[in-house]
């Protein structure tokens, strides 16, 4: 199984179109230490031929456009293309936008959890995902589902399972004692299997706890790709760059007691790689004495291009 990162950045991307804030500033200025980063998303394919996406951010044309593998291929019929589903995680701006760029009548499917689904169903935009010909299947949890395609197996088995999260800042209810309006499914992890060689990893691009059930699931795993959205839980207000702690987004910060590096540090997970990480975060310049942390816990940061084999 090959997975490349398409994209490692969280929503807004890296540089954000509208920051100035440091970490953007010096990306956009190309100074060394900063690479810029396209929003949240993976490429697997277990036979080298027939690709999943792991969610379709905005970026998608771009993230595309470079990578060969993912392009029409030379040897195909004029209308051809390796994407033979996505699967999405949560209903976000970043996890879902760029379905619209898989539009022009192209065979695929769509799996996602029956929340994610009905966000779907419910924004009429996607019906130029024509569904007779972009299939839309729900994950059901704990349910292990082959992923297919545009008339393939791919050779990959997902199983979804709920995370603690919240639901797309769209649809948000007022209510803070309810998570606003967040409910099962609104966001989840993926475990992902070469059902061939039985290789596997974790997804879990958006997670606001490491809580007990997911502690024991992610026990001695291979591999996860994990959310790692902020170092610390209110970087962006102190940044100046937003009103919003981490928490109140839905995201599980890197650092500090409650943090992934704290709440991994027992698991025994062999590789683990951080993937939606925003703008805000130290640890996107390579030279930070957070990035140095980090990485000593034994933590890799995602960037895009990323390539590893299972
Ligand atoms: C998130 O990850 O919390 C969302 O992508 C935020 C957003 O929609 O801007
Ligand atoms: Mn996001």
């Not at 593998?69 to 999405?88: C, E, F, M, Y």
């Amino acid at each position: 199984m090959l997975i490349r990162i398409l994209g490692a950045a969280a929503g807004g991307g890296f540089p954000q179109w509208n920051c100035n804030g440091r970490n953007s500033a010096a990306a956009r200025a190309g100074k060394p230490g900063f690479r810029p980063r396209t929003q949240c998303s993976l490429a697997v394919t277990a036979n080298e031929r027939d690709w999943v996406l792991f969610n379709a951010s905005p970026d998608l044309r771009q993230q595309i456009n470079e990578t060969p593998a993912l392009g029409a291929q030379a040897d195909g019929p004029l209308r051809n293309s390796p994407i033979k589903a996505v699967v999405v995680t949560g209903a976000d701006v970043d996890f879902i936008a760029g379905l619209l760029n898989l539009r022009e009548l192209q065979p695929f499917s769509i799996y996602g959890s029956a929340r994610v689904l009905e966000t779907l169903a419910a924004n009429s935009i996607f019906n130029v995902l024509d569904p007779s010909v972009v299939a839309r299947r729900t994950l059901a949890f704990g349910q292990p589902a082959s992923i297919e395609g545009a008339g393939c197996d791919t050779g990959l088995v997902v199983e979804a399972f709920p995370v603690p999260g919240k639901v797309a800042l769209y649809l948000e209810s007022t209510r803070a004692d309810d998570n606003y309006g967040s409910r099962e499914g609104d966001a989840i992890g993926l475990k992902v299997t070469d059902a061939a060689s039985g290789q596997h990893f974790f997804f879990v691009p958006g997670c606001a706890v490491v809580d007990a059930e997911l502690a024991d699931r992610l026990k001695g795993a291979p591999l996860v790709f994990f959310d790692g959205t902020l170092y610390t839980d209110d970087e962006m207000i102190r940044q100046g760059l937003m009103q919003k702690t981490g928490q109140r987004m839905g995201h599980i910060s890197i650092s500090g007691p409650e943090g992934s590096i704290a709440s991994f540090a027992p698991l025994g997970v062999k590789r683990k790689i951080y993937v939606h990480i925003n703008n805000s975060n130290p640890v996107l310049d390579d030279n930070s004495p957070e990035r140095q942390a980090t990485e000593a816990a034994g933590w890799e940061v995602g960037v895009d291009g990323m390539e590893i084999r299972l």
